[in-house]
Nanobody
Framework: QVQLVEYGGGLVQAGGSLRLSCAAS????????MAWYRQAPGNERELVAS??????TNYADSVKGRFTISRSNTKTVNLQMNSLSPEDTAVYYC???????????????WGQGTHVTVSS
């Protein structure tokens, strides 16, 4: 029932910017932490940035100063990506810890991913 959908990916030139968004839908009771991960070909999936329901953020060293994670509402997380480089090329995945309506516990959900390609 719960679904995460990412959007905003695409092709940009090095030095450019993109803004990703992820929206949760379904019978949701509450959304706790939300995060962005990415996976490039031949690489492991890695945490890019995370944000709590209270607004506390955490970033991978590789994106500090360039990326900004934010919550536009309780069910939506964004990732503003600036000064992009080819090394940022990857599939970006939305991740969220969500409690479903009628459930006493939360579960982790993943989006299907959105492609980000940075050319040089």
């Amino acid at each position: 029932q719960v679904q995460l959908v990412e959007y905003g990916g695409g092709l940009v030139q090095a030095g450019g910017s993109l803004r990703l968004s992820c929206a949760a839908s379904g019978r949701i009771g509450s959304v706790n932490n939300m995060a962005w991960y990415r996976q490039a070909p031949g690489n492991e999936r890695e945490l890019v940035a995370s944000i709590t329901s209270g607004g506390w953020t955490n970033y991978a060293d590789s994106v500090k100063g360039r990326f900004t994670i934010s919550r536009s509402n309780t069910k939506t997380v964004n990732l503003q990506m600036n000064s992009l480089s080819p090394e940022d090329t990857a599939v970006y995945y939305c991740n969220a810890d969500i409690r479903r309506l009628g459930s006493g516990s939360s579960s982790v959900y993943w989006g299907q991913g959105t492609h980000v390609t940075v050319s040089s």
